[in-house]
């Protein structure tokens, strides 16, 4: 059994910053690629970052240059630097783990850019 736990959620003006991370735990071997997904209200889920088991790493057009997906593979968590955060980009925010070729998905965790 293979949990997420996300956190670093909350309120933020827009143009600040947050960082979201999320810790995989549980009896895993392999951690291949870790991601973040976000679904704002009347919206469907959507990638926002991905990052390889090699690092490679891609991005929803919306969010280049201001969000940045990093991992540590050591602590099995990844990371989602939020920098120049707009009304836009409120939403609940789900981590994606692809542990021993399952995917796994966080509860999510609730970002609101407002004034």
């Known amino acids: 059994q293979v949990q997420l736990v996300e956190s670093g959620g909350g309120l933020v003006q827009p143009g600040g910053s947050l960082r979201l991370s999320c810790a995989a735990s549980?009896?895993?071997?392999?951690?291949?690629?870790m991601g973040w997904y976000r679904q704002a209200p009347g919206k469907q889920r959507e990638l926002v970052a991905h990052i390889t088991s090699g690092g490679t790493t891609n991005y929803a057009d919306s969010v280049k240059g201001r969000f940045t997906i990093s991992r540590d593979n050591a602590k099995r968590t990844v990371y989602l630097q939020m920098n120049s955060l707009k009304p836009e980009d409120t939403a609940v925010y789900y981590c994606?783990?692809?542990?021993?070729?399952?995917?796994?998905w966080g509860k999510g965790t609730l970002v609101t850019v407002s004034s």
């Open positions: 994606s783990v692809v542990a021993d070729l399952t995917n796994y």
């Open positions: 549980g009896s895993i071997l392999s951690i291949n690629a």
